[in-house]
């Protein structure tokens, strides 16, 4: 079991940037593939960003890339995104999630959903324009 707790959402304006953390709990955090997952009012849940157990494998959706940037520092059982130029269609409720990774796997397994078998409650960011 992995608990996750995610922090550092809020209100900002178009342009500007915010830190999400993510801090895991409850188990062996270097055996797990993390990721970024947000949701946008009415919208689908989407891929944001994910990071291999070893940080060694890391994917951005094209929707953030070159935008954003995901760290992991598995001394601490963090997970970070650091997003800047953020736009309005940035907005939505952001997930964590972890996922019992593997040698073998690659790009398109980290980028399911149905993939993560844990989830934080998420963190509302908010972009105004």
């Known amino acids: 079991q992995v608990q996750l707790v995610e922090s550092g959402g809020g209100l900002v304006q178009a342009g500007g940037s915010l830190r999400l953390s993510c801090t895991a709990s409850?188990?062996?955090?270097?055996?797990?593939?993390m990721a970024w997952f947000r949701r946008a009012p009415g919208k689908e849940r989407e891929f944001a960003a994910s990071?291999?157990?070893?940080?060694?494998?890391?994917s951005y959706a094209d929707s953030v890339k070159g935008r954003f940037t995901i760290s992991r520092d598995n001394a601490y059982s963090l997970v970070t995104l650091e997003m800047n130029s953020l736009k309005p269609d940035d907005t939505a409720v952001y997930y964590c999630?972890?996922?019992?990774?593997?040698?073998?796997?690659?790009?398109?397994?980290?980028?399911?959903?149905?993939?993560?078998?844990?989830w934080g409650q998420g963190t509302q960011v908010t972009v105004s324009s």
């Open positions: 999630a972890a996922l019992p990774d593997r040698p073998w796997y690659s790009g398109t397994r980290y980028h399911s959903a149905r993939e993560y078998d844990y």
């Open positions: 409850g188990s062996t955090f270097s055996r797990y593939a």
């Open positions: 990071v291999s157990s070893g940080g060694d494998k890391i």
